[in-house]
């Protein structure tokens, strides 16, 4: 997905209430907390010390690359002005060679990264529209046995939940090395403990202590409750106890045994710089403080929504936004981290905060905690502990009901973020396609990679439903560099608009579209490969444009309109390597899709997103038109599928 991140460390709301006047100095403890992590011992950090920083690519590698990628969009004349404009800028001794110069120097001069501060700042949080929809991801989990229940399904994943966020506390989870390449690990860090904040102009995150975040925060119908789930020795709740208080808060709600408070929850799905006023004036009362330390300061969330979605759509559309209002949007914190989702029905999900994590780091962290819930079931006596832990009584003895003073001002904040919400859930089509035909497998029969093979349906759906080629982005992780994040794959090529021109002319043969099909492939796959590597084009153009912003200086090739036409991602799309969850996020322009794909070895999962408002798009038809795509390439590319040699006897 397409990101719109300074991480700031906190360990108390009093260096909140300096945040005004401290800013430089929160940003400074992040970069010393990152750094201090980067030396850390411990399973988790076993490769760290042989991760690299993210490399500048050489001003004739990016232009190169830049200019062949602008083929497809501009026409001649364009292409011919983008490509004087490139010449000037990269001359010898001129503007070009000055800004690369500044950057290397920054490249040298930061301790992790050149990119890292300016990367989460110009994509995140100076980003002021709502994070619900345009920010925010979600995962719906897969649910192990028919048998689940809402609490026992919440009580498990919660004490799995903590049982990961213990390991990655403690330094002890297992270190990514993807095909032999060790990753980055220092994002996981901010996966539980941690809150987005808003704040006027940037927001800005907290990430809290461990034996700070040694409680959850539990909601139901808008209420907050907090539970303590970890003592002071380290030990971890009981299940029994666990699920009694989830019961018991329940029950509290549901029949009006506690005060009901404002629905304060959905002022975190305004815009951010009204969430931020109405934030600045809830916290000028002491309760008010208490209440969103405990918030922001959580290990995670627990959403106990009170509806059974029956169709994978509902779920999506719930997990992602809530359904408005009326519906579960109050039942949410938006900007925290991680929440956990569990409906009435026993199924689940997560959703996510985008800020300080990537997709790849949240999936390893939901897939452990998913294979281990299997495992759980594999178990004939769970069941049954299922059954006799829903007679427990339910309890509020340890949880806390957090309440709420709101002023005027904020009540007609909350009014405001109502209207808000609701007109963005309305405005929101989401579809859920399973294909299951065939999956990665006949990728591979025919000679390709499975996302390359991917994209290209996905380009060619697009051209079928709307008649064009669009701008196409893929996410691609470069956590192979420290505090590496993402890089755009620049899907949309010359090779791939020649296939797509293929496939739609009758005149042409199916051994000519199954040749130009391969090339494509092929080009993508480079492209992905050096996008990986940090020799992408656009992370390195940004940081051009910001070094010559910073610098006060202009050049037409940094405003040049190609750059922005080439950008417009009306295809916004991201892959996750999920064994047991589908993902989905918005789309990141207002006539383009969302697009996530999830690739296993017999079926592809896809979830479309797109707006209403406009009168183009359509996540219905996209998926239609995706369907049948795949299906037809199946036709044409299955003749030309070599026959797999025989296995030798022994």
Known sequence: MLPRVSLKMSRSMKQQQATASNMPALRKQYTAAAEAAHGKQGSMWQYQSKIPKLPVPT?????KKYLRTLEPHLTAEELQNTRRLAEDFTKPGGIGSILQHRLLARQQSEPLSWLHNWWYHWAYVD??????????????????????????RATDLTLLF????????TDSFPADNIRGVPQCMLSYKNIFNTCRVPFPNSDYNVRYAPEKSQHIVVSRKGQFFTIPVIDAHGNRIAREALESHFKGIIEAVDHGKVSKQPLVGLLTTDHRDKWAVARQDLFTDGVNRASLEALESAAFMVCLDDEAPQSGNAECELLLHGGGSQRQSANRWFDKTIQVIVWSNGHAGMLGEHSTIDGYPATMVSDMVLEKERHLWKDSHHDAAHRQLSQVQGSLTSAKHLAFNVSQTASAAIKDATAAVDKSVA????????????????????????????????????????????????????RKYVVGRTETGRVMSTDSCNWVKAMVNPQVSDQEKANLFKQACEAHVNYMKDASDGYGVDRHILGLRLTAKDAGISHPFLTDGAFAKSTHWKLSTSQLPSKYSMTGYGPVVPDGYGLYYNIRDK???????????????????????LNNTLLEMQRVLTPFIKPAAPKAKL
Request: with cysteine.
């Open 59 to 63: 001003l004739e590698q990016t232009m």
């Open 127 to 152: 980003y002021r529209d709502s994070v619900v929809v345009n920010v925010s991801f979600f995962y719906q989990f897969e649910t192990p046995s028919e048998k689940v229940t809402q609490l026992g």
């Open 162 to 169: 903590l049982e990961v966020k213990h390991a990655i506390d």
């Open 427 to 478: 405005n929101l089509e989401l579809f859920e396609l399973i294909f299951k035909n065939f999956g990665s497998d006949f990728p591979k029969a025919f000679g390709v990679s499975p996302d390359a093979f991917v994209q290209m349906a996905m380009q060619l759906a697009y051209f079928k439903l709307h008649g064009h080629f669009a701008p196409c982005y893929e996410s691609c992780s470069t």
């Open 603 to 625: 079926q592809l999962g896809f979830c479309v997103s797109s707006f209403r408002s406009n009168g183009q798009t359509s996540a219905t038809k996209m998926a239609a038109s």
